[in-house]
């Protein structure tokens, strides 16, 4: 007895062994593979026939995006809750020939987005084979300065209208074997920022959701073709957030729409699981998770400026106190 429990761990020490020698030799690739790809990036896919469902296409980057996927060929269906931005849209993509299609709807309730899919079905409008979540919407106050109201919609319309929209259309891309989910995020995703509390938790909600159903995808045992894109920008120029004023602004400056949407369909094209706006945000991220804490927030405060942010503050507020004297 003793002797075949000997051989038994013998055999087990023996395939352990192999695994973790194939363990090895598969990271060895993927890292050849991964450094062969920050020098020679993947070829982009053509996009010509896709019909591209976006969230929030009323105005600014959903706007942009609507008109340059278009001109990519690209079916386009425009959701937005005004509809008269929304026909705007509409009205931009149809005079340079494009095909689109428009509904009013508000993404946050669940049973409107059923209504919505369901009337697409009805007036003909092709499956959706690309889902761009771009809607969101942002309140800038300290946190005790929050309402519930504040707090439930933010998490209704950034988070929960993910669900809805994914859970419409996610079915069919499964059956079909093919598709792609993209998601607008932001880097308040990656970094908790102040006054920022709801809007953060937010993104930070949409980035679990992102990487959970990815990775319950990829598990399927029919591996569909279905790709799972999350974007951080750091700051574009609609109208939902204040310029932060960050040092270097080459860097950390406002970017407009048309630009953040060139540089989104550049990664959805590259099938990009995580893409930055800029790109090199990725690589700070990586250097300030690495170091102690102590170190990033010093690190974010010197971006950030925050010492003469803080000199400003207090000069304003000695001149409020001498002309109150």
Known sequence: MKIIQHIFKDIKLHRLFLDLSLLSAKISLAMIMATFRMIVPCSMKRLIGETVLITGAGHGLGRELAIQLSSMGCIIVCWDNDIDSNRSTMREVSKNGGEVYGFVVDVSKRMEVRETVRLMRKVGVPDVTMLINNAAILYHKPYLSFDSDD?????????????????????????????????????CGIYGVSQKVAYCSSKFAVRGLMEALHEEVRLDEKKPNIHFTTIYPFYIDTGLAKDPKYRFPYIFGVVTPEYAAREIIKAIRRNYTEYSIPRCLFSLNTINRIVPESVMRLILDFLADIDRKQKEKDTMNAKLDLIKT
């Open 151 to 187: 707090v439930e919609k933010t998490f209704n319309i950034n988070v929960l209208s993910n669900f809805w929209t994914i859970e419409a259309f996610l079915p069919m891309m499964l059956m079909k074997g093919s598709g792609h989910i993209v998601a607008i995020n932001s880097m």
